[in-house]
């Protein structure tokens, strides 16, 4: 048998689908031999960054643990413990006078936001005739609210007209401008020295009062006119 010749007006198709199809494997053929190359040039340099970390281990591994030696992990105590550097706290009183508060520290006590644990906190208070009365210890518990400050151990009062206190454990309060202990109280001054199983300062240092058994010792007045 014989192929069928086409008729007249047809147009062959063999020819074409058999260009088309050599064009195909020819775009197939240049997509492989880029890849071949790619992979040629690509793999070397992963297995060569391979066994570069694989002998560089040792280092790296030492330094990760120098690493963490020198950034050690944070205790959820310490994340908690909501600590202050130097603060200061300040305010006006009831008669609008100004009084500020210092320490070398500050805590924030996380079950209760209106306790400030404080490590050596000075309070500065102005009096009525623009005097200075300052209040020193060794730890302290202030109450931002308030204006409380109850403090401890080596309590320190001063006042710039030549007095000063020495007790174990006073309260301030600073927007009424009194402190009072009842602690032994032993102060000294121009006039003597005065000694108190408790104290009580009034009226922001003006009046001072030594409660309990109390002791004063007067300066020997002199003769001679100064």
Known sequence: MTDPQPTAGETPTIGLGARRSSGQIQRHAIRYSRFVGWAKLVLPL?????????AAWPYLS????????VFPKLDQA???????????FGGVDKEKRPFTLTADTARQNPENNDLVGLEVPKADIMTKEGAW????????????????????????MFHDKGYQFHTAQARVDLD??????????????????????????????????FTGKSKLVMNAATSEAK
């Open 46 to 54: 992963g297995a060569g960054g391979l066994l570069l970390a694989l």
């Open 62 to 69: 030492s330094g990760f643990d120098r690493l963490r030696l």
């Open 78 to 88: 310490q994340v908690r413990d909501l600590r202050m550097v130097n603060p200061r």
């Open 133 to 156: 009365v300052v209040v020193t210890s060794k730890t302290g518990i202030y109450q931002p609210d308030s204006h409380f400050l109850d403090m401890f151990g080596d309590v320190t």
């Open 176 to 209: 009424a401008g009194t402190a009072e202990g009842d602690q032994p109280t032993d102060g000294v001054g121009p006039a003597g020295t005065i000694n108190g199983e408790g104290f009580r300062i009034l009226k922001k240092g003006e009046t001072v009062l």
